[in-house]
């Protein structure tokens, strides 16, 4: 498969990230399920964006199984409480790199997210010849 062109890898990583933040944090007016779920599909998408622009001449199932399985590892690594861990978890960055609380629901947000870039990914890939 042909990488994506860096250019454009940054500015779908800006784009999610500013939408993410975007949903959770700004006083849009959205019900709490698309604040809670959107911000959560928003993330995911960064996780895929990355995984997709390190392994970028890898097949996109490949790439998507990867960020999917980090995706849930992250989810799990909630139920794991040590008090360093959990005073990171206080914190901005902390609230939004690993969250705070267990969710199936998340994972399964995850996953529609990361299945839905990977058919974006198929689009925004240049053609190859």
Same mark, same amino acid.
């Given at each position: 498969m042909q990488p994506r062109p860096l250019t454009r890898t940054f500015a779908l990583l800006v784009i999610t990230l500013i939408a993410g933040l975007l949903v959770r944090m700004a006083p849009l007016g959205l019900p709490p399920f698309v604040v809670k779920y959107g911000g959560s599909?928003? +993330?995911? *998408?960064? $996780? #895929? +964006? $990355?995984? =997709?622009? !390190? !392994?970028? /001449? =890898?097949? *996109? !199932? =490949?790439? @998507?199984? $990867?960020?999917? @399985?980090? @995706?849930?590892?992250?989810?799990?690594?909630?139920? #794991?409480?040590? &008090? +360093?861990?959990?005073?990171? /978890? !206080?914190? *901005? &960055?902390? $609230?939004l790199v690993l969250g705070r609380h267990f969710s199936l629901w998340d994972i399964l947000a995850y996953w529609i997210a990361i299945a839905l870039g990977a058919c974006a990914d198929r689009i925004l890939r240049p053609a190859v010849r």
């Open positions: 599909m928003m +993330w995911a *998408l960064m $996780i #895929y +964006w $990355i995984v =997709s622009a !390190l !392994l970028a /001449r =890898s097949r *996109l !199932l =490949s790439v @998507a199984l $990867i960020a999917a @399985a980090i @995706a849930a590892a992250v989810e799990f690594l909630k139920l #794991y409480h040590a &008090p +360093w861990l959990d005073a990171f /978890r !206080l914190t *901005l &960055p902390g $609230i």
